[in-house]
């Protein structure tokens, strides 16, 4: 009896295997046809297959990917993002963390995608698949610092016409005018007898009115275009700065030459590079602050009036502004005026006044990096300071062309940036071109929908996935069979 109850028991192990090897199976065959009706286009069926396996195993992370993927290149952003939020943590490969970027941005939420790319950045920044994150973290990037700008001047706005509807609502009442007196011309005067050549003369001439004092008006009541005192309460909850927080604008110039009009952002851009390697300090990303200024009407001209820093950097919820002027010496000769301006109370920290030779430039690039981490009181590490004192570049002509690339890109102009930051790479293979190079997307890749870019993360996941296994390094992490 125990010997059949035993075999029994053994069948049973047997069938219920089998069971299971036919239900894996099953899933293995129907992830092949979802993953074939995916690459084909028919995203009806993919979504019908997945979604078949998600009924037997509702924890297939696959599936999961499969659905997200697909519901991506269909354009429906937060379907999307609610399957690959769930695959993604689940298995957070490179695949999916790129796919879950794109489905952020497709559903609008750019900020959020570029946190989940900076995320894969972190651990992968020389692949292919870093390479298509890169470009598509400038994308998204240009788009939210233009969403904020513009968000921030309406915050700003309505801000502002509140405090004035307060001011006139305290203002003292103003007495109404007094009426206007009514003037009545004085009656003509009666005829003399005169002689005859007298009264013709008469009739010739005009009447003369009788003069009366005139009536003085009030002066009309002048309307206020700004509030007296802005409420601070209110202006700190809607724009609250952080004090560790630093925006740095780009130079505005004066009597720079057509051959240094790029100049301004360059150096900025590279200052910005710099200072973000010190620990304890945020810095505000250039383009965020380019669009700002746009939306200001300072884009090319940068912060003139350092009376206009608060203001910038209260919008940027940056405690501290660096602002300047870039002054044109002669050909060969660079002269900066740099200010560092607290948000808060709008005082000035610090300015600087750096002079140099064009052919020296690096070096009055870190001398300005140095003075603004002194008027910040930032105390580095060797290690901080020996990172920071190494020079991007020594190429002034290479610097140009970087500038020139930046401005392009600014302009929507992405396949002139290209050419800009692709001539500055010849020039100077080392500078900081090689990196722009790699992050500035082409023209048709800035209006390529997710479908496309979705197709172009799956190559670029065959093709990493081939390098690592040439390589001995296994599958590379580009994740997700489907």
Same mark, same amino acid.
């Given at each position: 009896?125990?010997?059949?109850?035993?075999?029994?028991?053994?069948?049973?192990?047997v069938?219920?295997?089998?069971?299971?090897?036919?239900?894996?199976?099953?899933?293995?065959?129907?992830?092949?046809?979802?993953?074939?009706?995916?690459q084909?286009?028919?995203?009806?069926?993919?979504?019908?297959?997945?979604?078949?396996?998600?009924?037997?195993?509702?924890?297939?992370?696959?599936?999961?990917?499969?659905?997200?993927?697909?519901?991506?290149?269909?354009? @429906?952003?937060?379907?999307? /993002?609610?399957?690959? !939020? =769930?695959?993604?943590?689940?298995? +957070?490969?490179?695949?999916? %963390? $790129?796919?879950?970027?794109?489905?952020?941005?497709?559903?609008?939420?750019?900020?959020?995608?570029?946190?989940?790319?900076?995320?894969?950045?972190?651990?992968?920044?020389d692949?292919?698949?870093?390479?298509?994150?890169?470009k598509?973290?400038?994308?998204?990037?240009?788009?939210?610092?233009?969403?904020?700008?513009?968000?921030?001047?309406?915050q700003?706005?309505?801000?502002?016409?509140?405090?004035m509807?307060?001011?006139?609502?305290?203002?003292?009442?103003?007495?109404a005018?007094?009426?206007?007196?009514?003037?009545?011309?004085?009656?003509?005067?009666?005829?003399s007898?005169?002689?005859?050549?007298?009264?013709?003369?008469r009739?010739?001439?005009?009447?003369?009115?009788?003069?009366?004092?005139?009536?003085?008006?009030?002066?009309?009541?002048?309307? @206020?275009?700004?509030?007296? /005192?802005?409420?601070? !309460? =209110?202006?700190?909850?809607?724009? +609250?700065?952080?004090?560790? %927080? $630093?925006?740095?604008?780009?130079?505005?110039?004066?009597?720079?030459?057509?051959?240094?009009?790029?100049?301004?952002?360059?150096?900025?851009?590279?200052?910005?590079?710099?200072?973000?390697?010190?620990?304890?300090?945020?810095?505000?990303?250039?383009?965020?602050?380019?669009?700002?200024?746009?939306?200001?009407?300072?884009?090319?001209?940068?912060?003139?009036?350092?009376?206009?820093?608060?203001?910038?950097?209260?919008?940027l919820?940056?405690g501290?502004?660096?602002?300047?002027?870039?002054?044109?010496?002669?050909?060969?000769?660079?002269h900066?005026?740099?200010?560092?301006?607290?948000?808060?109370?709008?005082?000035?920290?610090?300015?600087?006044?750096?002079?140099?030779?064009?052919?020296?430039?690096?070096?009055?690039?870190?001398?300005?990096?140095f003075?603004?981490?002194?008027?910040?009181?930032?105390?580095l590490?060797?290690?901080?300071?020996?990172?920071?004192?190494?020079?991007? %570049?020594?190429?002034?002509?290479?610097?140009?062309?970087?500038?020139?690339?930046?401005?392009?890109?600014?302009?929507g102009?992405?396949?002139?940036?290209?050419?800009?930051?692709?001539?500055?790479?010849?020039?100077?293979?080392?500078?900081?071109?090689?990196?722009?190079?790699?992050?500035?997307?082409?023209?048709?890749?800035?209006?390529a929908?997710?479908?496309?870019?979705?197709?172009?993360?799956?190559?670029?996941?065959?093709?990493?996935?081939?390098?690592?296994?040439a390589?001995?390094?296994?599958?590379?992490?580009?994740?997700?069979?489907?």
């Open positions: 009896m125990n010997s059949f109850q035993f075999s029994m028991r053994g069948w049973l192990l069938l219920l295997a089998a069971v299971f090897i036919l239900a894996g199976c099953g899933s293995v065959a129907l992830q092949v046809k979802a993953n074939s009706a995916l084909d286009k028919r995203y009806g069926d993919a979504l019908a297959a997945y979604q078949e396996i998600l009924k037997t195993d509702p924890a297939n992370v696959e599936a999961l990917k499969g659905i997200g993927e697909t519901y991506l290149r269909m354009r @429906k952003g937060p379907e999307a /993002v609610a399957a690959l !939020e =769930k695959a993604y943590k689940a298995d +957070p490969d490179q695949r999916t %963390t $790129l796919n879950l970027g794109l489905a952020y941005a497709e559903a609008g939420d750019h900020g959020k995608a570029i946190s989940t790319w900076d995320v894969l950045l972190s651990r992968d920044s692949s292919n698949f870093a390479n298509l994150v890169r598509q973290r400038t994308l998204s990037l240009y788009k939210d610092a233009a969403r904020q700008a513009k968000n921030a001047l309406a700003e706005q309505a801000l502002i016409s509140s405090a509807v307060a001011d006139r609502q305290n203002a003292p009442a103003v007495s005018p007094a009426p206007q007196e009514t003037v009545q011309e004085a009656p003509p005067p009666k005829p007898k005169k002689t005859r050549r007298s009264r013709v003369s009739k010739t001439k005009k009447p003369v009115k009788a003069k009366t004092p005139a009536v003085k008006q009030p002066a009309p009541v002048q309307a @206020k275009a700004m509030p007296k /005192v802005m409420p601070k !309460e =209110k202006l700190d909850r809607i724009f +609250p700065v952080n004090d560790n %927080t $630093l925006a740095v604008s780009p130079f505005g110039e004066k009597g720079n030459t057509e051959k240094t009009q790029h100049l301004r952002k360059a150096l900025a851009a590279m200052i910005i590079t710099d200072l973000s390697k010190a620990k304890g300090i945020q810095v505000v990303e250039r383009v965020r602050m380019q669009k700002l200024l746009d939306e200001l009407k300072l884009g090319q001209s940068g912060i003139v009036d350092p009376a206009t820093s608060p203001r910038v950097g209260r919008l919820g940056a501290k502004i660096v602002s300047g002027s870039m002054l044109g010496s002669g050909s060969d000769d660079l900066v005026l740099r200010i560092l301006t607290s948000v808060a109370s709008g005082k000035d920290l610090g300015d600087q006044d750096a002079r140099g030779k064009t052919d020296e430039f690096f070096k009055m690039q870190k001398a300005i990096v003075g603004i981490l002194k008027d910040l009181g930032i105390k590490t060797p290690a901080e300071e020996g990172l920071i004192n190494r020079y991007a %570049t020594r190429s002034f002509n290479g610097l140009l062309l970087y500038g020139e690339g930046l401005d392009w890109q600014d302009q102009e992405w396949d002139k940036a290209l050419d800009a930051f692709m001539r500055c790479v010849n020039v100077d293979p080392t500078g900081p071109c090689g990196a722009a190079l790699a992050s500035s997307p082409s023209s048709g890749e800035a209006v929908g997710p479908e496309s870019v979705a197709a172009a993360v799956a190559e670029a996941a065959v093709s990493d996935t081939a390098a690592a296994a390589a001995g390094g296994g599958g590379g992490g580009g994740g997700g069979g489907h």
